[in-house]
């Protein structure tokens, strides 16, 4: 079975730029989330999806993080106007369970953003 | 945050068993202990997880303490290829999945 896909790989910007990441998750799986790991780090969820509505954003930077999930499927994360904390791995994981149960997480290898 | 407490490294030789601790003292009875594992440049990748029963999947085995206050993952066999960052989560059913700094553990020929 095919996994999580995320795309770039790796993304260098300067300052005050903006950036967008994308994120297939895994066929069928409801759910998609949202992480950042800064370096030293463990993963922080940023936003969960539950098919194309938002479960939780509690920790969302809103005035400049945006992500977006139409259609229930992929998901874009865009970063507007990038600042040098925001360096970090951008990390996107699916999973099958509705919300409210115990799931297992699948996660893709990230996007790893370079503020410079 | 994290309510977790790992060792922050740990060494194994391989072939032999490695035996990761964590304690959870202020898990409550509706949360389970959930540890995923992070290969260098991949994201985190599932093992197993546990309420209060012991636990076994054909990656490691769980063991809960009786009063559930502390966890040990058991990989009873270690390889080069299980080095990574050891992740020991407290969750409950529909909470997100709250990452801690895990144990680095280094498996060593």
């Known amino acids: 079975e095919a996994g999580v896909a995320q795309s770039p790989r790796y993304k260098i910007i300067e300052k005050r730029q903006s950036v967008a990441f994308w994120c297939n998750p895994i066929s069928g799986h409801a759910t998609l989330y949202w992480y950042q790991q800064i370096l030293g780090q463990g993963p922080k969820l940023l936003i969960q999806?539950?098919?194309?509505?938002?479960?939780?954003d509690s920790q969302l930077p809103k005035d400049r993080f945006s992500a977006e999930r139409l259609k229930g499927v992929d998901s874009t994360l865009k970063i507007q106007p990038a600042k040098l904390e925001d360096s970090a791995v951008y990390l996107c994981?699916?999973?099958?369970?509705?919300?409210?149960?115990?799931?297992?997480?699948?996660f893709g290898s990230g996007t790893q953003l370079s503020v410079l | 945050d994290a309510k977790t407490t790992q060792p922050p490294s740990m060494d194994c030789a391989e072939g032999r068993a490695a035996n990761l601790p964590c304690n959870h003292s202020t898990i409550s009875g509706n949360e389970y202990v959930y540890w995923y594992r992070q290969i260098h440049s991949q994201g985190p990748q599932y093992i197993i997880h546990?309420?209060?029963n012991n636990e076994t999947n054909e990656m490691a085995s769980l063991i809960i303490t009786e009063d559930r206050k502390s966890s040990t993952l058991i990989l009873p066999h270690a390889t080069l290829r299980d080095t990574a960052v050891y992740y020991c989560i407290e969750k409950t059913s529909g909470s997100r999945l709250t990452f801690g700094e895990g144990t680095q553990l280094t498996v060593n020929p």
């Open positions: 994981a699916s999973s099958f369970r509705d919300r409210g149960t115990n799931e297992k997480l699948f």
């Open positions: 999806f539950q098919n194309n509505g938002v479960v939780d």
């Open positions: 546990g309420l209060k």
